[in-house]
């Protein structure tokens, strides 16, 4: 299996020339890059803050650039999203606009100027389409839609394509292009002991902590969603009910508005009488930068996911 470091790819002028090539043939066209990262040579006009806090007022002086851009292109590296806030009412009467944002979540820790652990929630509030790429070509595919989107990512090694992946070569690929949810149950994850759904980039961890769970003769089922708020399925809402017990994975702050929003969702698929349990990083325990420590020190590694599930099966 293939893989690579999507943050570290997306920081490549590899990147900047491969997604000119990936959207030639689709209505797409970022004609402005506005980013705290820079390429050489790159082919479209960047706007670049030199990572200093002090220097978003050059943002603020480019109104006009992103005024007339018709799909502009915001990669966010060390800044965090409330850099954009001179704008947003910019990107809100735009029909077309799309944010990356590099190490987010977690990861923000040691990367950005300040972390971020809200982001769902901020950028909810704005209308955009929240998504988290599955692998390289989910989020090929992601950049080749005309919508307000906003795009997660992590500091992890993700595979190039999940279809490679060892454990899930029976994947089609084909099913990958208008992704939105994937039944690991469908390919042996599965259980009538609780439900684990996490969002795309928790892919790996997710099908990582199965392992450790079934270890300990619990049987559980997995559903991957590309975003949060996608519709459930029939067999993700019928699993529920047997199981009644529903874990969803999510690196965000465990916000009472994330709780809401989730419980309204169930309540939207007559799940009312299900257990349910939002896993989050415990961010109150990180002491360190380091990424190769922040997922275990917050209890956010499989062996310590799985700990967690098992004490509520």
């Known amino acids: 299996m293939s893989s690579l470091f999507l943050t570290e790819y997306i920081k490549s002028n590899m990147f900047i020339q491969n997604l000119r090539k990936e959207v030639a043939d689709r209505d797409v066209n ?19 803050p030199d990572n200093k806090p ?22 966010l590296n060390e800044l965090n999203l409330s850099f954009l806030e001179p704008i947003f009412e910019l990107l809100n009467k735009k029909d077309y606009a799309t944010i990356i944002n ?32 599955i692998d390289l070509e989910n989020m090929r595919n992601i950049f080749k839609q005309n919508q307000r989107q906003y795009i997660r ?43 684990i759904l996490a969002t795309g980039s928790l892919f790996a961890t997710a099908i990582q902590t199965w392992e450790i769970i079934q270890n300990h003769n619990k049987q559980i089922s997995i559903f ?40 309204n969702w169930m ?3 007559w799940l009312s009488d299900v257990e349910l349990s939002i896993i989050c990083p415990k961010y109150e325990r990180l002491t360190t930068i380091l990424n190769e420590y922040q997922e275990e020190q917050s209890d956010f590694d499989p062996e310590k996911l799985a700990q967690r599930i098992i004490s509520k099966l």
Not at 54 to 74: F, G, Q, W, Y
Not at 125 to 132: G, I, P, T, Y
Request: aromatic share 10%.
């Open 224 to 263: 991957v969603l590309q975003k949060l708020n996608s519709d459930w399925t029939e067999e993700m809402i019928e699993n529920i009910k047997n199981s009644k017990k529903l874990f969803i994975l999510v690196d965000h702050d465990n916000s009472e508005e994330l709780r809401k929003r989730v419980e």
């Open 153 to 195: 990512l992590l500091h992890k090694e993700m595979p190039d394509a999940i279809f490679d992946v060892d454990e899930l070569w029976i994947i089609d690929a084909s099913m990958l292009e208008n992704l939105d949810s994937i039944s690991l149950k469908t390919y042996g994850f599965a259980g009538n002991d609780g439900v």
């Open 54 to 75: 002090e220097n978003v007022s050059l943002l603020d002086a480019r109104k006009d650039a992103i005024s007339v851009s018709k799909h502009p292109l915001i990669i």
């Open 102 to 133: 590099i190490h987010a979540w977690l990861w923000s820790y040691g990367k950005k100027i300040s972390p971020e652990t809200n982001d769902l929630d901020y950028v909810r509030k704005l209308n955009f389409h929240s998504f988290e790429p």
């Open 267 to 269: 309540k939207n698929y």
């Open 30 to 48: 970022f004609d402005l890059i506005v980013s705290d990262l820079n390429y050489n040579d790159c082919p479209i006009l960047c706007i670049n």
